[in-house]
C-alpha cells in the first residue's frame, strides 16, 4: 500500500475514534415536577451516525432508527407532550410513544430515571463509552437540570425553566449615578417621564403610591407600561402591595406574577429582581423594592440603597430580552390585587445630601443570578487596593463555612487589600443570636487574629439619618461599583432571579465610594479587646520573682 494510501486511510481511522468518542450525555433531568416525571429527558450532542449508539441505565434503555445522524445535538423525551409542557417546544425523539409528531427510538425495556439514584451510559456498538450516576457524579434534586460544561458536570445549580446567559460587556455607556433615599424617586420619575413607548418593570415587591402614580402617568399618555412581580414575598403579597396592583390594573396596566400554580413550577425561588427598561434605550438597576422606604419624595428618610440608570441601546436590550424570557413560561400569571389601603408611613426629615451624578464611558457587566452571579467573585478577586462592601446583611453557609462572598473579601485582606465590611443594624438584623453584630465581630475577630487590613462595623442608623441599610454594593480600588439586588446569603445567588451591573468607571465608583464614607464614619465601631492591666502586673510580678530566685541561687 502506498503512502497516500496509507495515510488516508490513518486519517478516516482517527476521524472514525474522534467521531465515536463525541457522541456523549450532555445534559438531563431525571426529577422533573409534573406528575410521574413524564417530563424527564436527556441531551445528546456530537457528530456523525448514531447506528450503533444506545443509552441505558442497566434496567431500561433505546438506541436509534437506522441511518440517524447528529450534528450539533438532539434531545431525546420520555413523553413530547410533557415535554412541550415543561419546556414551551417538542424533543427531537420520545423514548414512549405520546406523539406522532415527534419520531420515536427503539426502546426495550422502557428508561426510567429514578430520582434518588440511579445510572446513565452511552454504548457504542456494545462498548460502553460514559456512565454517569447520581449520587456521584451529580446531587439530585427535584427540579435540577444536570448539565455538563467543560468536562465539569453541574458548574452551578440549574433549576427547569432558567436562563443561561452568559457574561457579556458593554462599552462606552452613560450612567447616571443615584442613592436612596436622597435621590430615587427623582431619578425613577425622570427615567418613566422620558419614555416614550414602553416600560417594563421586573420586581420583587410595590406598595409605593408615588411610583404607582408616574407609572399610572405614562399609561395615560400612551406608553405601554407592564410589570413582573415576585408572586410569593415572604410573609405573603401585603394589602398594601394587592392596593398598588388593583390601582396598576385600574388603568390598563397588565401586572404579572411569576408563582408556582397547577400551570407550572416558578423556575426561581424568588423573583427578586429590580430593574426597569426604558424603550430599549436604557435601563435602571437598584437594590431597592419600589416601596416609600426605597423611593421616598426628596427630603424624606429610607432606606440606603444605591442605583444607576444606564443609557445604551445595547444594553437595554439584554434586559429587555430577560424580561421577555422571565415572563414567557407557564410560572408567569396575570394578577390583579384588589382594593385596598394605600402604604402607611411616618414622614421624618432626612438633609438628601446626594444629589444625582451623570458619567461617560463606562463599561457595563450585567451580574444575573443564578447564571452570571460568579461574576462577583472576579470582581473581588481583581481588587488591588480596597474593597468596600455595604449589605444589608450576610449569611454564612453554615456553622463552619463562611459565606463564599466573604471568603473571597477576607482572601483579598490577606494580600494586602484594605477592606471594610458595613452592615446594617435595624432591630430585626440584630435581634437574633446569629445576625450582623454577631458576623461583624466574627469578622474583627478574624481580623485581628490574622492581623489582616480588615474591619466591619454596623451602620449607626440613628447619626446618618437611615431607616436601614438596604444595599448590596461593593466599591473595587475606586475604579469598579457593583450595584445589585443580590444578597450574600446562601439563596440569592444561585436560586433566585437577580439582577445587577458591574460599572467599570472611576467617577462612578468614586461616587459610591463617597457615600459608602460617609455611611461609614459614623458607625458602630467594633469593640476592641480591653487591655487587662492587672493580668500584665501579675505577669510582671511573676517574671521578677521568677528572676530574683533565679538570681539567689546562682549567686550562691
Not at 207 to 218: E, G, Q, Y
Not at 296 to 311: A, S
Request: net charge negative; glycine share 8%; hydrophobic share 40%.
Amino acid at each position: 500500500m502506498s503512502f497516500a494510501c496509507r495515510l488516508v486511510v490513518f486519517l478516516f481511522f482517527c476521524a472514525w475514534i474522534v467521531s465515536c468518542g463525541a457522541v456523549q450525555i450532555i445534559e438531563f433531568c431525571p426529577d422533573p415536577y409534573l406528575a410521574d416525571d413524564m417530563d424527564e429527558y436527556v441531551v445528546l450532542s456530537g457528530h456523525g451516525s448514531l447506528d450503533g449508539i444506545a443509552i441505558s441505565d442497566n434496567h431500561g434503555g433505546f438506541r436509534f432508527p437506522a441511518g440517524t445522524v447528529i450534528d450539533g445535538t438532539l434531545t431525546i423525551a420520555r413523553d413530547a407532550p410533557a415535554f412541550e409542557k415543561t419546556h414551551g417546544r417538542l424533543p427531537d425523539f420520545e423514548w414512549q410513544n405520546y406523539s406522532p409528531l415527534v419520531p420515536d427510538v427503539i426502546s426495550g425495556t422502557t428508561l426510567r430515571l429514578a430520582n434518588a439514584g440511579d445510572e446513565l451510559m452511552v454504548y457504542e456498538n456494545s462498548r460502553l463509552v460514559q456512565k454517569i450516576t447520581w449520587p456521584g457524579d451529580v446531587k439530585p434534586r427535584e427540579g435540577q437540570v444536570h448539565f455538563l460544561e467543560n468536562g465539569v458536570w453541574d458548574p452551578r445549580p440549574l433549576m427547569l425553566g432558567q436562563s443561561r446567559l452568559v457574561q457579556e460587556s458593554f462599552e462606552n455607556v452613560t450612567v447616571t449615578a443615584f442613592v436612596s433615599p436622597d435621590s430615587s424617586l427623582e431619578v425613577f420619575s425622570g427615567a418613566v417621564a422620558s419614555a416614550q413607548h414602553r416600560v417594563l418593570v421586573n420586581v420583587y415587591e410595590i406598595s409605593s403610591a408615588n411610583i404607582s402614580d408616574v407609572l399610572i402617568d405614562a399609561e395615560e399618555r400612551g406608553v405601554d407600561v407592564e410589570l413582573l412581580l415576585e408572586g410569593g414575598p415572604v410573609g405573603g403579597i401585603s394589602p398594601v402591595e394587592k392596593a398598588a396592583i388593583w390601582r396598576l390594573n385600574q388603568t390598563g396596566i397588565p401586572v404579572f406574577e411569576m408563582t408556582t400554580s397547577g400551570s407550572g413550577h416558578a423556575p426561581y425561588r424568588y423573583d427578586h429582581a429590580k430593574y426597569v427598561v426604558f424603550d430599549d434605550r436604557a435601563v435602571l438597576v437598584t437594590s431597592e423594592n419600589f416601596g416609600h422606604s426605597g423611593f421616598p419624595p426628596e427630603g424624606e428618610t429610607g432606606n440606603r440603597g444605591w442605583g444607576v440608570y444606564l443609557e445604551d441601546p445595547r444594553l437595554a436590550a439584554y434586559f429587555s430580552d430577560l424580561y421577555q424570557a422571565d415572563t414567557g413560561g407557564p410560572a408567569i400569571v396575570p394578577v390583579y390585587g384588589s382594593e385596598g389601603p394605600a402604604e402607611v408611613y411616618s414622614v421624618v426629615s432626612y438633609p438628601a445630601p446626594f444629589a444625582p451624578a451623570t458619567f461617560t464611558g463606562a463599561q457595563v457587566t450585567p451580574v444575573v443570578a443564578p447564571d452570571t452571579s460568579s461574576a462577583i467573585t472576579g470582581l473581588l478577586d481583581s481588587a488591588q487596593e480596597s474593597i468596600e462592601i455595604e449589605q444589608a446583611y450576610i449569611t454564612n453557609e453554615s456553622k463552619t463555612k463562611l459565606n463564599p462572598y466573604l471568603v473571597t473579601a477576607i482572601n483579598a485582606s490577606r494580600r494586602g487589600v484594605h477592606v471594610r465590611v458595613l452592615l446594617d443594624s435595624y432591630w430585626f438584623n440584630t435581634e437574633d443570636e446569629a445576625d450582623n453584630d454577631e458576623m461583624v465581630a466574627l469578622i474583627n475577630r478574624i481580623a485581628a487574629s490574622d492581623h489582616l487590613p480588615l474591619e466591619a462595623r454596623c451602620a449607626d442608623l440613628d447619626a446618618s439619618g437611615l431607616e436601614k441599610i438596604h444595599n448590596k454594593g461593593v466599591v473595587v480600588d475606586d475604579r469598579a461599583v457593583l450595584v445589585s439586588s443580590i444578597n450574600w446569603n446562601t439563596n440569592s445567588p444561585d436560586f433566585n432571579r437577580e439582577a445587577g451591573v458591574i460599572v467599570e468607571q472611576p467617577e462612578v465608583a468614586r461616587y459610591f465610594r463617597t457615600v459608602f464614607d460617609a455611611d461609614w464614619t459614623p458607625a458602630v465601631r467594633s469593640p476592641q479587646p480591653t487591655t487587662d492591666y492587672l493580668k500584665i502586673t501579675c505577669v510582671i510580678a511573676v517574671i521578677g520573682l521568677l528572676l530574683v530566685l533565679y538570681y539567689r541561687r546562682h549567686i550562691r
